[in-house]
């Protein structure tokens, strides 16, 4: 059967000033031919420096931007193609979870309201269902009813967040996009909320794709890992096995650069050496080629396929996963 969520060699391009794409025009490649999949109820990381494209996948995923080339599929059906009051019913399954839960919520909305409005966009509440369901949504993020009638002003960083998850719990979606959704909290406040997004994943079999530049919170979190270099994944790979062996040099260099054992607080400063490279004119070939300490001339020229190996895990390397007969280049990126 169709995986939950399909994307097929997504890509988005921008025009570098402002206006429509020109042909041969300048671009900023921010997704260049990223496919993957995720199935019900698993979560799969994006992980990755900033400016490495994550964020504009989340947005090509919620279909906020059109993509310049790929597809998106959900249970097998393409979202370009749904009709409006389709992608009504599309939008109620697919909900997202952003990095900064106060410029995310209506300052002017009580806890309730922010969190039962998603549903009564759907269909007309009474009092007493309005109450009933924000006091249920209010408990299965562990928060109190006393917050109810309390504005995004009166509560902590960590209730406003748990607050933005309710609120994407509530038309019981079957997927949720979380970018960057741990980011700005304190650290035992991250592992509060990771924690409790594993355990609505328990108990409501609800999908996440977590999007993070952290890899402890990924390693916590994660059951996949995709890696995301300059617009590009470059290995995909369960969580276990990237954490035991990264196989990529740029993921291998990430994690030599973050071996924090208590998993909220690995942070991904300046992980490699040398600067990420302008996503407006991308190095030739593999674009890690400058960074590269095993760089050979073919990763000048070519572009490095994502490869599966024999481990099941797809890597985008001439050296560590060279195509060959057996091997296939990895269009779906999911096993
Ligand atoms: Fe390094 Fe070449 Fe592999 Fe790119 S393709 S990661 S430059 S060895
Ligand atoms: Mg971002």
Redesign the pocket.
């Known amino acids: 059967s169709d995986p939950l969520l399909k994307v097929e060699s997504l890509t988005k391009h921008f025009p570098l000033s402002a206006g429509i794409l020109k042909k041969n025009g300048p671009v900023v490649r921010a997704v260049e031919a990223v496919s993957f999949s995720v199935e019900a109820g698993e979560t799969l990381c994006i992980v990755g420096e900033s400016g490495c494209g994550k964020s504009t996948v989340a947005r090509l995923l919620m279909r906020l931007m059109e993509p310049t080339d790929g597809r998106v599929l959900i249970e097998g059906t393409d979202i370009a193609g749904l009709k409006k009051h389709e992608l009504r019913a599309f939008r109620r399954r697919m909900q997202m979870v952003f990095q900064d839960p106060y410029s995310s919520l209506n300052p002017r909305l009580t806890a309730a309201q922010i969190i039962t409005e998603p549903v009564e966009n759907f269909e007309r509440l009474g009092r007493s269902q309005r109450q009933a369901l924000a006091a249920d949504l209010l408990q299965k993020v562990g928060l109190g009813p006393e917050i109810m009638h309390r504005l995004p002003s009166e509560l902590s960083g960590g209730q406003r967040q748990r607050l933005g998850i309710a609120r994407a719990l509530s038309l019981k979606p079957s997927l949720i996009i979380a970018d960057e959704a741990v980011s700005a909290l304190d650290v035992s406040v991250q592992a509060q909320i990771l924690n409790l997004l594993m355990d609505l994943q328990q108990q409501m079999g609800i999908a996440f794709v977590f999007i993070s530049h952290d890899l402890g919170v990924v390693e916590h979190i994660g059951h996949r890992v995709a890696v995301m270099y300059l617009g590009r994944i470059?290995e995909l790979a369960t969580c276990e096995a990237l954490f035991a062996k990264p196989v990529?040099?740029?993921t291998e260099a990430l994690i030599a650069a973050a071996p924090v054992p208590d998993p909220t607080r690995a942070r991904l400063e300046a992980p490699v050496e040398g600067e990420v490279p302008s996503p407006i004119n991308p190095p030739t070939?593999?674009?890690?080629?400058p960074r590269?300490?095993?760089?050979?001339d073919?990763?000048?020229i070519d572009v490095?396929p994502l490869t599966s190996m024999a481990d099941g895990r797809a890597v985008?390397?001439?050296?560590?996963?060279p195509a060959s007969a057996n091997a296939q280049p990895d269009m779906v990126g999911g096993y």
Do not use: D, K, S
């Not at 070939?285 to 080629?289: I, L, N």
């Not at 985008?316 to 996963?321: E, G, L």
């Open positions: 470059v990529h040099p740029y070939g593999c674009a890690f080629h590269c300490p095993l760089a050979v073919r990763c000048r490095p985008a390397c001439h050296v560590r996963a």
